[in-house]
C-alpha cells in the first residue's frame, strides 16, 4: 500500500539552527501539506503546495519556514533559525484530486 | 469562521459501550468532513469522512451523524474496543482540491475492558 514516508523519525537540533524536514508523498499526488502537533494539542496547518508553488499558508508559517520540491519525489520543510516553541510532531501530508489526504508517521522536531 | 470545535477533550467508555464525539463548525463552505484516527506516535489516519448531501454515513462500528442546518457532525463508535483507545480529530475543509484540512483539538478516547 502506498505511503506518505518522512525523514527523519526525530531531530534534535539547538536553537538558531536551521533544520530540513523532508518527505515523500505518495507517487501520483499533486497537493502536498506540512501540519505542525504540538505535544497533546491539535494538528495545525501549516502550508499547502501545488503545482510547484505554495497554494496556502497559515500564520504560523511566517518568513523562518519554506518549502521545496526540489524533484519529483521529495517534498522538504525548511525552517532557517528554529525555536525553542518550534518542538513538535511534524506531519507531511498528501493528496490526489479524488482521494483523501494521506498523512505521514511524523517527524519529532526538539529544539534544545 | 475557520475553527472546528470538537468536545469532549477526553472520554473513557467501558469495553462494549458508545463513544460519541461531537464537532461543530461555522464556515458553510466547509463541505467535506473527515474523521481521522491517531495513535500515539503515529500521524492520522482517515477513519470515515461524508460530504453534506447525506445525514449519515456507517463503516463498521463507525458512524458519522451530520446535521447541516445545526452545522455539526458526530462520531459514534459502537461496541468500543481497548483497540479503539487512541485520539480522534474531527476536520473539515471546502470542498476544493488542495484546500488545507482544519482540525479540531482532538478527544483522547480511553475504552477500558
Known amino acids: 500500500e502506498p505511503e506518505v514516508t518522512q525523514t527523519p523519525s526525530h531531530q534534535v537540533t539547538q536553537m538558531g539552527q536551521e533544520v530540513i524536514l523532508r518527505c515523500v508523498p505518495i507517487?501520483?499526488?499533486?497537493?502536498f501539506y506540512w501540519y505542525r502537533q504540538i505535544l497533546g494539542q491539535k494538528v495545525e496547518f501549516l502550508v499547502s503546495?501545488?503545482?510547484?508553488?505554495?497554494?496556502?499558508k497559515s500564520e504560523i508559517f511566517d518568513d523562518q519556514f519554506s518549502v521545496e520540491r526540489p524533484d519529483g519525489s521529495n517534498f522538504t520543510l525548511k525552517i532557517r533559525s528554529t525555536k525553542l516553541e518550534d518542538s513538535a510532531m511534524y506531519f507531511c501530508?498528501?493528496?490526489?484530486?479524488?482521494?483523501?489526504?494521506?498523512f505521514g508517521q511524523g517527524t519529532r522536531l526538539t529544539v534544545v | 469562521q475557520q475553527q472546528v470545535k470538537q468536545s469532549p477533550q477526553s472520554l473513557i467508555v467501558q469495553k462494549g459501550g458508545i463513544s460519541i464525539i461531537n464537532c461543530a463548525y461555522e464556515?458553510?463552505?466547509?463541505?467535506?468532513f473527515p474523521w481521522y484516527q491517531q495513535f500515539p506516535g503515529k500521524g492520522p489516519a482517515l477513519l470515515i469522512a461524508?460530504?453534506?448531501?447525506?445525514s449519515e454515513k456507517k463503516e463498521g462500528r463507525f458512524t458519522i451523524s451530520f446535521n447541516k442546518s445545526a452545522k455539526q457532525f458526530s462520531l459514534h463508535i459502537m461496541d468500543s474496543q481497548p483497540g479503539d483507545s487512541a485520539t480522534y480529530f474531527c476536520?473539515?475543509?471546502?470542498?476544493?482540491?488542495?484546500?488545507?484540512?482544519?482540525f479540531g483539538k482532538g478527544t483522547t478516547l480511553s475504552v477500558s475492558s
Open positions: 503546495f501545488y503545482n510547484n508553488e505554495i497554494s496556502e
Open positions: 461524508i460530504r453534506p448531501d447525506v
Open positions: 501530508a498528501s493528496r490526489s484530486r479524488t482521494t483523501e489526504a494521506f
Open positions: 476536520a473539515a475543509n471546502p470542498n476544493q482540491a488542495g484546500t488545507a484540512l482544519i
Open positions: 464556515n458553510t463552505a466547509f463541505d467535506y
Open positions: 507517487s501520483n499526488h499533486l497537493y
